[in-house]
């Protein structure tokens, strides 16, 4: 079954204001904007497709979870803790609301931000095993 499934193409993320968020997402995390109107905007994000869908106010993409903590659905992987301490800075001198860096009791140290319109978002500072090997695969293949 896991071979039918090779990827996440698309995350759809509700936001209130398309063309502010659009903007948001393009001037603070370095997001593409590939399409804008006022209902949707598209998005390349950490090499994959972001829809930003105008939704209604209060709308986001969090969860409650049994003990009644907000929860983010989604966690983008950064090389290392260097560079998840130095996204973290960054993001904290841009405004961007930050959480704490946080030990969860597995690898890596994670923290988490939050979008214009509350969407909560988790970075790891662990790459993925199968990421990496897939991207020294690649580099093996165009040296060749």
């Not at 903007?23 to 209902?39: F, M, P, Q, S, V």
């Not at 993409?61 to 130095?86: I, P, Q």
Request: with cysteine; aromatic share 12%; glycine share 6%.
């Amino acid at each position: 079954m896991n071979e039918r499934l090779v990827r996440v193409g698309t995350t759809y993320v509700p936001v209130l204001h398309v063309d502010l968020s659009a903007k948001w997402y393009a001037e603070k995390l370095g997001a593409t904007i590939n399409y804008c109107d006022d209902e949707k905007a598209i998005l390349n994000l950490a090499e994959q497709s972001f829809f930003l869908v105008r939704s209604r106010e209060g709308e986001t993409s969090n969860f409650t979870d049994y003990r009644g903590s907000t929860r983010f659905f989604l966690t983008f992987e950064v090389d290392g803790k260097e560079a998840l301490y130095n996204l973290h800075a960054e993001f904290r001198d841009q405004g961007i609301q930050t959480g704490d860096i946080e030990d969860r009791g597995h690898i890596g140290k994670n923290f988490v931000f939050s979008d214009l319109d509350g969407n909560r978002f988790d970075v790891w500072s662990v790459l993925s095993p199968t990421y990496k090997a897939l991207q020294n695969q690649a580099v093996s293949e165009i040296e060749r």
